[in-house]
C-alpha cells in the first residue's frame, strides 16, 4: 500500500504570494493532520480535519487555512506568505478509531522557501 | 499546557553498541499516548514507538525500547546493537487521549549519529 503522499516536493515562493500544499492519505485513513517544521526543531502542529471537519488547529495565524475533501485528501492554504513561513510541511495521516486518537504516519513533506 | 523536552541535543554511537535517548514531558492528563519518531536525513518521519500510558509494560520494537515512567514523566528510547542505518534526528511526542483533536507536541529532536 502506498503511504502519505505530498506534492510538491519542494517549492519557491516570495513574499506576499499564496501557496497552496496537496497530501494524499493512507488508503483507508479518514484524518489528516499538517505540521510545520522549521528547520532544525521539531513539528508545530498546524490543523487536524477528520471526515472534512476541522477537529484541532494550533497556533498559527488566519492566513493559514485548510480543507479536506469526500476522498480524504487535504489541501493546506497560506496567504500572504512571510519569510518566516519557510519551513518543511508535514501531511500525516492516521485512522482514527472509535476508542480515541490514533497513530499518525507522516508522508515526506514539501520544503517551502520564501524569498 | 503539555511540553516535551529532550535535553541531548545531539548523541553518537559506536556501530553496535547501545544508547538511550532522553525525554520528558509535563502534563497534567492521566491517559495518552507517547511515541518516539526517527528523521532520517532524507527527511521522513517514521514511527519507532509507541506507547500508551495506561500500559505499564514498557514498549518494545525489536531493536527499539523504551523506558516509561510515568510517575516520573519520563520516556527514554534504548537502541540495540545501533546500526549506520539509525543515523537519524529522534523526537519524543505526546498526544492526549481526551478531546481527539489529533495534536502531536514534539520535543526539539536528538540527532542521533551511528559511526562505524
Known amino acids: 500500500d502506498a503511504g502519505v503522499t505530498q506534492s510538491p516536493t519542494h517549492l519557491i515562493k516570495t513574499r506576499g504570494q499564496h501557496v497552496t500544499l496537496r497530501c494524499s492519505p493512507i488508503s483507508g485513513h479518514k484524518s489528516v493532520s499538517w505540521y510545520q517544521q522549521v528547520l532544525g526543531q521539531g513539528p508545530q502542529f498546524i490543523f487536524q480535519?477528520?471526515?472534512?471537519?476541522?477537529?484541532g488547529r494550533g497556533n498559527f495565524p488566519d492566513r493559514f487555512s485548510a480543507r479536506q475533501f469526500p476522498n480524504y485528501s487535504s489541501e493546506l492554504n497560506v496567504n500572504a506568505l512571510l519569510l518566516g513561513d519557510s519551513a518543511l510541511y508535514l501531511c500525516?495521516?492516521?485512522?482514527?478509531?472509535?476508542?480515541?486518537?490514533?497513530?499518525?504516519?507522516f508522508g515526506p513533506g514539501t520544503r517551502l522557501t520564501v524569498l | 499546557a503539555q511540553t516535551v523536552t529532550q535535553s541531548q541535543p545531539e548523541m553518537s554511537v559506536q556501530e553496535a553498541e547501545t544508547v538511550t535517548l532522553s525525554c520528558t514531558y509535563d502534563?497534567?492528563?492521566?491517559?495518552?499516548?507517547l511515541f518516539w519518531y526517527k528523521q532520517p536525513p532524507s527527511r521522513q518521519m517514521i514511527l519507532v514507538i509507541r506507547?500508551?500510558?495506561?500500559?505499564?509494560q514498557n514498549a518494545t520494537e525489536n531493536r527499539f525500547s523504551v523506558n516509561f515512567q510515568k510517575a516520573a514523566k519520563s520516556f527514554s528510547l534504548k537502541i540495540s546493537d545501533s546500526q549506520l542505518g539509525d543515523t537519524a534526528m529522534y523526537f519524543c511526542a505526546f498526544m492526549r487521549r481526551s478531546g481527539n483533536t489529533g495534536k502531536l507536541i514534539f520535543g526539539q529532536g536528538t540527532t542521533l549519529q551511528v559511526k562505524p
Open positions: 506507547q500508551e500510558a495506561y500500559k505499564q
Open positions: 480535519y477528520y471526515e472534512k471537519e476541522e477537529r
Open positions: 500525516a495521516s492516521s485512522a482514527v478509531r472509535l476508542a480515541g486518537t490514533d497513530t499518525q504516519y
Open positions: 502534563t497534567s492528563e492521566n491517559n495518552y499516548y
